[in-house]
């Protein structure tokens, strides 16, 4: 018999890109001078979840919410993703165009991107999407995005045709 035949795991796995049910217990202001949420999992299990990139979830304590396990880093601490109370993953929404601007790609390149404002108020970048959203005179009013992602909050989004 293996070992992993002896082993009772009574605490449960939570699984990595899955929802879950979690309490929302308390907060709590840790020495880093971060409010966190004191979150307990299915299995009783508690946990820290930052509070300020979720102050616009209108989440209230005692309340059971539903949290995906976004990602288990190489030190074993645990990154939750609660769901977002308007957007989900592939919503479309329109976004006020800002302005034209440079930043760097993960090659250190300089890349051409545009700048937007989504209907949270975050200030995001969108990629253009033909060589007519290059030219300084493309200055819409509204762009057409795709909701692709939502990190700690905020809404990763792709432009559309």
Not at 41 to 55: C, F, Q, S, T, V
Not at 116 to 131: F, L
């Amino acid at each position: 018999m293996g070992a992993s035949e002896y082993v009772d795991n009574k605490q449960g796995d939570l699984e990595i890109n899955r929802y879950y049910l979690f309490l929302l217990v308390k907060t709590t202001v840790m020495p880093d001078g971060v409010e966190y949420y004191v979150i307990e999992d299915i299995y009783g299990n508690r946990h820290l979840m930052e509070k300020a990139p979720y102050k616009n979830y209108g989440f209230t304590l005692g309340e059971k919410v539903e949290i995906r396990i976004d990602k288990v880093n190489c030190k074993g601490k645990v990154f939750f993703e609660p769901k977002h109370p308007r957007y989900s993953l592939g919503a479309t929404v329109e976004v006020e165009f800002i302005e034209h601007a440079k930043e760097k790609d993960k090659f250190n390149e300089d890349i051409h991107v545009l700048k937007v404002r989504d209907p949270e108020g975050d200030i995001s970048s969108v990629m253009p999407i033909n060589d007519s959203q290059r030219k300084p005179d493309f200055k819409p009013n509204l762009l057409k995005c795709e909701v692709y992602g939502i990190t700690k909050g905020r809404l990763i989004l792709k432009q559309i045709g």
